[in-house]
T-cell receptor, first 113, second 112 residues
Framework: DAGVIQSPRHEVTEMGQEVTLRCKPI?????LFWYRQTMMRGLELLIY????????DSGMPEDRFSAKMPNASFSTLKIQPSEPRDSAVYFC???????????FGNGTRLTVT | AQSVAQPEDQVNVAEGNPLTVKCTYS??????LFWYVQYPNRGLQFLLK??????LVKGSYGFEAEFNKSQTSFHLKKPSALVSDSALYFC??????????FGKGTRLHILP
């Protein structure tokens, strides 16, 4: 099993540009989570899906952020337009069920200049 | 809402000594608690969980955690620390709507 796969590993972009982060969860996992990690705020849950359906997006900072899960094997997190304060490491994680452990990808380090 | 607190930003332990990383929780109902570890430039890795049953839970890499209902604590422990245990440790709780909420993390330094 390849685990949760995120791409790209690093993204450097200029303020105002659109950024798309990608995630492939572990096959068969019903839950998918997007987290953001910064030194100041730690790990923040942005949004999570159950069976491809968004369940709670209350952690999404503002309308510039959007996430989709068009099928069970792919999810995207989009920021449009990006701002320097969006700079962080973004993690995708999946789990088999509600009580199962999360399996994390290695993250995408986003730098917005 | 459920929450966890990790009161220590950093813990320093000499190699070979026992280690404890503290976590307290606040939940309504039965707590579902987890510990994860993060190494540099990597995602979090699951160590162990408490759902129900024995209060002492054993996990990966020789770690264990003790669930204490009266003290609302779930401290992570290891009898003998290794330098390779140096990492960032997160306590987490499952919220009533299946969200996993993480503490702020504790950086563990094992001194050779």
């Amino acid at each position: 099993d390849a685990g949760v796969i995120q791409s790209p590993r690093h993204e450097v972009t200029e303020m105002g540009q659109e950024v798309t982060l990608r995630c492939k969860p572990i096959s068969g996992h019903d839950y998918l989570f997007w987290y953001r990690q910064t030194m100041m705020r730690g790990l923040e849950l942005l949004i999570y899906f159950n069976n491809n359906v968004p369940i709670d997006d209350s952690g999404m900072p503002e309308d510039r952020f959007s996430a989709k899960m068009p099928n069970a094997s792919f999810s995207t997190l989009k920021i449009q337009p990006s701002e320097p304060r969006d700079s962080a490491v973004y993690f995708c994680a999946s789990s088999l069920s509600e009580n199962s452990p999360l399996h994390f990808g290695n993250g995408t380090r986003l730098t917005v200049t | 809402a459920q929450s966890v607190a990790q009161p220590e930003d950093q813990v320093n332990v000499a190699e070979g000594n026992p280690l404890t990383v503290k976590c307290t929780y606040s939940v309504s109902g039965n707590p579902y608690l987890f510990w994860y570890v993060q190494y540099p430039n990597r995602g979090l890795q699951f160590l162990l969980k408490y759902i129900t049953g024995d209060n002492l839970v054993k996990g990966s890499y020789g770690f264990e955690a003790e669930f204490n209902k009266s003290q609302t604590s779930f401290h992570l422990k290891k009898p003998s620390a290794l330098v390779s245990d140096s990492a960032l440790y997160f306590c987490a709780v499952r919220d009533t709507d299946d969200k996993i909420i993480f503490g702020k993390g504790t950086r563990l330094h094992i001194l050779p």
